[in-house]
Structures are given as structure tokens and as C-alpha cells.
């Protein structure tokens, strides 16, 4: 019991349940509704109003969009309140609180996470008493975007539930005053909550930061139609039928193709494929749209062929209609595997798909003519995002990417690509090239590793040798550094000659000659310590071409 961590409570003393952790690749979002002038019930119709303006953001942006894994949803949450000692807002009483939550999955595609947070902010700015908070599975991930210009004090210990989007904008609650051990202390949610509903007006509003967090978002809404790839691939009539109903169930057969075991392979080693839910049949060439991600993983897997389509993927004529087979041959099997593995029954699109295939065994529905086909969309778009010149990406991580033309850069990948790495590349370079900030830069980092009570309490030196907020200042001697490379590689002590010369370049360049005659030949010193080595080693029997044999025992394998 004494080393009880602070703030732990068991169970009979109100235990708030274990710290829960977000899965890999995923966000999550909350929306609150803080207003003083509303009570719980005006505030439940404020939600059920984002909730409306979310959906038909979602129809008028994203009516072309496919997402990787799961889409963007904002659910109705209602939080029991804990009774405290802090005045609470009508809205945020002690009987709780309701608020809009959501989690996506996004998978590979990180675009997806973007593109959460593009639409969580254009909702900000149509509801300005919308309180948006957003995170992932590395915490404040938008802090992380923006860690070139985070301020000292706000490390991730203490960066939990400040970071928040109101009216477009990127507000963090600024730190409090500092307890008697000069620790900035974490902030809870219900504190930030009432920081929101008192002191709004004290939030930090820092433009160079916000600039940095928003920074993928400048592409947006365009991206959301650079994200999706439309392709002509052949396949059989009843996926076609099943695609064309509806186009995202291609992103869970691209996983399940993707991330296949032997065990999900196995309904398609029957050399019987009358067995299988989509046989390779009654073929028909459809656009199929994908997301970018899905694609590249599609096209970049090798897939033998397997037995139950031995011979049905015939040769064509031209290059993109082989193709064009061999990618529809990938999703077809995708498919397959996605339908029939156990672990995939409960998922929402497989249900679909069944109840698709059961209505046209029954007869209620029929599969399209070639006639229906044919009045379809046909839309193939180029691959050269595929392509990577590896001179242009190698121009771009010199951080000479610029002086690429603009013909000639069109092969690596696209524009989005191009702009981040080089983005990614120049804040390299800064920290390499800027010597005068190199030090600091250096502590920044190292910042992000120390504890919270590294910070001062008021923000000025608390001892000698410290900065105005609490960290210790670098020096770096030049001298004593010589010294030390010296007396490592053995060479005679400097004269000091070096340190006067340095001091006269500019002003007396003809001393240098002068000077530099009386400095003994480093190389000369060089080769007398190379000589007494290599005397030292001869002696020793190490640079014999025939040494003596002696008998030895070998521990290993026997070859």
C-alpha cells in the first residue's frame, strides 16, 4: 500500500477501470457541445444537428470514396458525471454528459487518418461551439506532426486531452502553474472540459504550429479523388454483378488477398471449381475502382496461379489486357478467401455480399446481360504513380529535388509524394545545416525523453548554468576537443600556433605562411606512430605470411 501510484484507487475506493489503449492504426474522435446558455437536452439536439451535418458532408465529399478498412461515424455517447467540487456548466452537470464519438480503422492508408481529420474540422467551422479532440494510436498525433514548433514545456507526458479544434482552428490549454517540484502536471479530460467552458478565451493559438499540424490537409478536398484508382480488369459476372452493386466491398477482399495464410487458400486448391462461391467462368471486362493502397498492394504481390484456375487465365493479346486477367484473377481470389474463412462471418460486408449471392440463387435477382454492361462506367486511369524513378528519389532525399524538371519528375510516384518527402527532407536539413540552433534542436529531442519535473516552476533559471526556462545551456570547446582527438591518435600536443592563426585569417592571411612554418608535419607525426605500430606488430609474429601451426579446437558445426 505505501507504494501505491498517486492517484490509484482500488476498487471499493471508486476505481476508474484499467488505462485503455487504442489498436494499431486507429483514430478516434469525440465532438462535444460546450455552451453555457444550453442544459443537456438543448445540447443533445445540437449533436443530433452534427450528426446530420456530418452525414451530408460525408455524401457531398466522399459520393466517389472508397476507405481502407472503416469509414468515418460519429455515434451518440452519454458519460455518467462524477461529482465534484468544480462549478459544472448546465451542460456538463455531475449526472454526466453527452458527446459524439467515433473510431476509425484505417489500415495502411494513412490518407484515411487525414481525412478524418479534414472533415472533423470542417464541421468545426460550421458549428462554432463544436469541441473537437482527435488522437491515435501514438497519442496526439497532430502534436507529432508539429514537432518543430511545439514549445519546450509541452512534452507528451503532459500533452494528453490539450490538444483541440474549435472553429477551424488548432487551440492547445496552455500549462498551469507548476507545483513545488517544477512539474507542468498532466491535464484530465473533465479539466480540460472546464478550461473550455471558463477560459476559453486563454487557449494558445499558435499559427506556426497549426500550420505544421494542418499541413497534409492543404490537398484536401482535391486528395479525396487522387486517393481512388479505377482499373479494367477481366472477371467473372456474378462478382462483377456483386462490385457493381456496391464498389467498396473491394477493400476487404484486397485485405483478405493481401494479408492471405495457407488455411485461407485452401478452398482454392480444389481442382473442382464448381465448389467455389465465384468459379472462373463467364468472364466480363468491368472498371473496378480501388483505393490507391489497395491497388499497389494488389499489383505488388506475386500469386501463382492456383489449381482450381489452371488454364482459365489464357493468354491475351496485348500486355494491358494480361493485365488486366491477372489482376482480376487476384481480386476473384480475394474474394473467395474473404467469403470463406470463419474468422470473416461476423464482418458487415461479408453479410451483405451473402445475402447478395443467396437473392440471385433465388431467383430475385438476376445477373447483368452484356447489354446492361456495356451502358456501365468505363473509366481506366494511369500507373505512373507506380513508377519510382529511383534518380529522381534520390535527388529528393540529397534535397535536390528541385532541380528536377518537371517532365522529367513526373515518374517518381505523384505530386503528394514528392511534396511530403521533400517537406520531410528540408526539416533534415535545417537541423544539420543551421549551426547556430543545432545545439538546441539537439535538446529538443532529448526533451522529449525526460521527465516532466525537468520543467522549472515560473519558467526562469531555478540554478546557475540554465536557461530562462530551466535547461542547461551547451557549450562546445573547440580546444579541449583537439586536445582530446590528439591524445586519442597519438600526435604531440598542439603548440597553440593553431589557436593564433584562426584568430589572424582574416585580418593577416600572409602571417599564416609565416606561422604555419614553425607547426610540426601532422603527416610526418602520422607516419612515425604508423611505423613504431606496424615495428610493434612485426615483432609480435602479426604480419607473418606463414605463422607457426599449433594445434587448435574448434567449437561449432562440423563442416
Known amino acids: 500500500m505505501a507504494d501505491q501510484p498517486e492517484g490509484f484507487k482500488w476498487f471499493g475506493e471508486g476505481f476508474d477501470g484499467f488505462p485503455k489503449i487504442l489498436p494499431d492504426d486507429c483514430v478516434q474522435y469525440m465532438v462535444y457541445i460546450i455552451d453555457s446558455k ?13 450528426q446530420a451535418a456530418a452525414n451530408a458532408l460525408c455524401k457531398d465529399l466522399l459520393k466517389d470514396f472508397i476507405w481502407q478498412r472503416d469509414g468515418f461515424g460519429l455515434d451518440t455517447v452519454h458519460q455518467k458525471g462524477k461529482h465534484t467540487s468544480i462549478p459544472s456548466p448546465p451542460c456538463l452537470t455531475s449526472e454526466g454528459h453527452s458527446f459524439l464519438q467515433g473510431r476509425s480503422n484505417f489500415g495502411d492508408s494513412v490518407e484515411d487518418e487525414w481525412l478524418v481529420v479534414y472533415l472533423l474540422r470542417e464541421l468545426s467551422r460550421q458549428f462554432p461551439q463544436c469541441w473537437v479532440r482527435i488522437v491515435d494510436s501514438d497519442g496526439e498525433f497532430l502534436l507529432i506532426e508539429a514537432a518543430d514548433a511545439l514549445p519546450r514545456w509541452l512534452n507528451p507526458e503532459v500533452a494528453d486531452n490539450r490538444v483541440w479544434i474549435n472553429s477551424g482552428k488548432l487551440l492547445i490549454v496552455p500549462k498551469a502553474q507548476a507545483d513545488g517540484h517544477g512539474r507542468v502536471k498532466a491535464l484530465k479530460l473533465d479539466d480540460a472540459l472546464t478550461f473550455i467552458q471558463h477560459r476559453a478565451s486563454d487557449f494558445l493559438h499558435l499559427p506556426l504550429l497549426e500550420s505544421e499540424a494542418f499541413y497534409r490537409l492543404q490537398k484536401y478536398p482535391g486528395q479525396i479523388k487522387n486517393s481512388v484508382h479505377h482499373a479494367l480488369i477481366t472477371i467473372p459476372r456474378k462478382l462483377a454483378y456483386v462490385l457493381h452493386e456496391t464498389a467498396a466491398y473491394i477493400s476487404p477482399a484486397v485485405e483478405a488477398f493481401y494479408l492471405r495464410d495457407p488455411i485461407a487458400l485452401r478452398p482454392l486448391q480444389a481442382r473442382d471449381s464448381s465448389q467455389l462461391l465465384f468459379p472462373p467462368e463467364d468472364f466480363v471486362s468491368v472498371s473496378v475502382k480501388f483505393t490507391k493502397v489497395g491497388y499497389a498492394q494488389l499489383k505488388g504481390q506475386d500469386f501463382q496461379t492456383p489449381m482450381s484456375w489452371a488454364g482459365h487465365v489464357a493468354k491475351a493479346h496485348t500486355m494491358q489486357g494480361q493485365n488486366g486477367r491477372e489482376t482480376g484473377m487476384k481480386i476473384t481470389c480475394g474474394f473467395e478467401m474473404l467469403l470463406s474463412d470463419p474468422q470473416n462471418i461476423d464482418k458487415k460486408s461479408v453479410r451483405e455480399i451473402k445475402l447478395l449471392l443467396e437473392d440471385l440463387d433465388a431467383g430475385e435477382e438476376r445477373l447483368p446481360s452484356d447489354d446492361d454492361i456495356s451502358k456501365w ?12 524513378n529511383f534518380e529522381d528519389f ?20 505523384d505530386r503528394t509524394t514528392q511534396d511530403s518527402l521533400r517537406k520531410m527532407v528540408a526539416r533534415f536539413q535545417k537541423l544539420l545545416n543551421d549551426d547556430a540552433g543545432s545545439a538546441e534542436d539537439a535538446e529538443d529531442l532529448d526533451d522529449m525523453d525526460k521527465d516532466v519535473d525537468s520543467d522549472s516552476a515560473d519558467g526562469t533559471a531555478s540554478r546557475d548554468g540554465q536557461s530562462e526556462d530551466g535547461e542547461k545551456e551547451t557549450h562546445f570547446d573547440e580546444d579541449r576537443f583537439a586536445s582530446m582527438t590528439r591524445d586519442m591518435m597519438g600526435l604531440a600536443p598542439s603548440t597553440g600556433l593553431d589557436t593564433a592563426t584562426n584568430g589572424v585569417n582574416d585580418a593577416h592571411p600572409a602571417v599564416i605562411v609565416e606561422e604555419n612554418d614553425a607547426i610540426p608535419d601532422e603527416g610526418e607525426e602520422m607516419r612515425k606512430v604508423m611505423d613504431g605500430m606496424e615495428a610493434e606488430l612485426r615483432q609480435a609474429g602479426a604480419l607473418s605470411l606463414d605463422p607457426p601451426t599449433t594445434d587448435k579446437t574448434v567449437c561449432g558445426n562440423d563442416s
Not at 42 to 50: D, F, H, Y
Not at 394 to 413: H, N, T, V, W, Y
Request: glycine share 8%; no cysteine.
Open 38 to 50: 444550453l442544459n443537456v437536452f438543448n445540447v443533445r439536439e445540437q449533436l443530433r444537428k452534427v
Open 377 to 388: 462506367e468505363y473509366t481506366q486511369d494511369d500507373e505512373s504513380w507506380l513508377d519510382i
Open 394 to 413: 534520390d535527388k529528393e532525399l540529397s534535397g535536390r529535388g528541385d532541380q528536377i524538371p518537371l517532365r522529367q519528375s513526373a515518374g517518381f510516384g
